[in-house]
């Protein structure tokens, strides 16, 4: 099946800590986006790569990483910049940047 | 910048009626505008995408519907069931800024 595969579903972050989520396409999807998505909020983009080697800050990229490496991977390390980062992560891609988005199943993460 | 607005932000119907959902944005320079659905605690998945050139697309009991010109969109649900409660999201894709820009959605609850 092609999709998008975030993992882990749940994560917890003690306070200082950095963390890792990983997102995964079997689309061949050049474009991957990462969204933060907080109750009462619309989704925020935290960084997008339109391809492998390439990316750019989005509205709110303070204290967050990724890097591109791969076609198919586009992983976010939350850092302990990141002074409040509790809250449902969403990854994205889609075949360039303005064609139909597809979203993984998101990964919460919470700071204990 | 762009601003997308979704009212009403809950509503509840009994299972059969038709109903609309609503959605309008403050840049009309937009390439595309995309529905999604989203289930409590999982990810977004596509309903429908409207081209800028496109004035409706239809899926099954879905229908969208885009005014350009006047920053709207529309979503209509026809004979809608139980499995439809979900909260709706509309995003638009806007060049000059190079992203999806989302509301905050539309909370639906079908009744028996």
């Known amino acids: 099946d092609g999709g998008i595969t975030q993992s882990p579903k749940y994560l917890f972050r003690k306070e200082g800590q950095n963390v890792t989520l990983s997102c995964e396409q079997n689309?061949?999807?050049?474009?991957m986006y990462w969204y933060r998505q907080d109750p009462g909020q619309g989704l925020r983009l935290i960084y997008y790569?339109?391809?492998?080697?390439?990316?750019q800050k989005g509205d709110i990229a303070e204290g967050y990483s990724v890097s591109r490496e791969k076609k198919e991977s586009f992983p976010l390390t939350v850092t302990s910049a990141q002074k409040n980062p509790t809250a449902f992560y969403l990854c994205?891609?889609?075949?360039?940047?303005?064609?139909?988005?597809?979203f993984g199943q998101g990964t919460r993460l919470t700071v204990v | 910048k762009q601003e997308v607005t979704q009212i009403p932000a809950a509503l509840s119907v009994p299972e059969g009626e038709n109903l609309v959902l609503n959605c309008s944005f403050t840049?009309?320079?937009?390439?595309?505008l995309q529905w999604f659905r989203q289930d409590p605690g999982k990810g977004l998945t596509s309903l429908l995408l409207?081209?800028?050139?496109?004035r409706e697309q239809t899926s099954g009991r879905l229908n969208a519907s885009l005014d350009k010109s006047s920053g709207r969109s529309t979503l209509y649900i026809a004979a809608s069931q139980p499995g439809d409660s979900a909260t709706y999201l509309c995003?638009?894709?806007?060049?000059?800024?190079?992203?999806?820009?989302f509301g905050t959605g539309t909370r639906l609850q079908v009744t028996l």
């Open positions: 409207i081209q800028s050139s496109q």
């Open positions: 790569s339109q391809i492998v080697n390439d990316f």
């Open positions: 994205a891609s889609s075949i360039v940047r303005d064609s139909e988005a597809f």
């Open positions: 840049d009309s320079a937009i390439y595309n």
């Open positions: 995003a638009v894709y806007t060049g000059t800024a190079s992203k999806l820009t």
């Open positions: 689309l061949n999807h050049d474009a």
